[in-house]
């Protein structure tokens, strides 16, 4: 298996489920991302992980709770979700530390979501 | 915040023609990525541009980090239909460190 991969490739669920997106990283690098990608709209950064630690929050909703339990794995734990939340969710990751310098990310085929 | 303007956001071309886009910034940025995204996929990296005026190739796609360091250009020659997709330019802002998209560019492909 190499690069990054994504289970499940689709989801649907009801507003009052639980669920979790996993996210997988092959590459051996430090740092892992979440992004939201909604139709008609630029990628939106969730969250950043470097080194299992979470050093970005883009004032994503509590309904959205991240977990890094190590630097290959990153989870998306989902609960109450609104319709609006459907999208195709991203994971990335990058070999540097996340926080900037000359990273360049490679992205998992995403989670396609709908929330009913 | 930061923001990057890509055009075109669609094409409509024949095939065997080629594609030129491109990106703008508001501001100076060292890092220029192009990726390329097919339906129900994930975005693939197709060129890395880390330096003002830096032209890189990849088979038939070529891609260049402009003078002003505020704009990028992504060529595709002779279009074939696999081309077809949505084209993402990214790019971090000097000082920055959060990586920004643009809106993308739809390419479609007449055979």
């Known amino acids: 298996e190499t690069g990054v991969t994504q289970t499940p490739r689709h989801l649907v669920m009801g507003m009052t489920n639980k669920k979790s997106l996993k996210c997988e990283q092959h590459?051996?690098?430090?740092?892992m991302y979440w992004y939201k990608q909604s139709a008609k709209k630029p990628l939106e950064l969730m969250f950043v992980y470097s080194l299992e630690e979470r050093v970005e929050n883009n004032s994503v909703p509590s309904r959205f709770s991240p977990e890094c339990p190590n630097s290959s794995h990153l989870f998306l734990h989902l609960h109450t979700l609104q319709p609006e939340d459907s999208a195709l969710y991203l994971c990335?990751?990058?070999?540097?530390?996340?926080?900037?310098?000359?990273?360049?990310?490679?992205f998992g085929p995403g989670t396609r979501l709908l929330v009913l | 915040g930061q923001q990057l303007n890509q055009s075109p956001q669609s094409m409509f071309i024949q095939e065997g023609e080629d594609v030129s886009m491109n990106c703008t910034s508001s501001?100076?940025?060292?890092?220029w990525l192009w990726y390329k995204q097919d339906p129900g996929e994930g975005p693939v990296l197709l060129i890395a541009l880390y330096k003002a005026g830096e032209l890189t190739s990849n088979g038939r796609l070529t891609a260049q980090f402009g003078i002003t360091r505020k704009d990028s250009f992504l060529n595709i020659s002779a279009s074939i239909p696999s081309d077809v997709g949505i084209y993402f330019c990214?790019?971090?802002?000097?000082?920055?460190?959060?990586?920004?998209f643009g809106q993308g560019t739809r390419l479609t492909i007449n055979p």
């Open positions: 990214a790019g971090r802002a000097q000082g920055a460190q959060k990586l920004v």
């Open positions: 590459l051996g690098h430090n740092a």
């Open positions: 501001s100076i940025f060292n890092t």
């Open positions: 990335a990751s990058s070999q540097g530390s996340g926080r900037g310098s000359g990273e360049t990310q490679y």
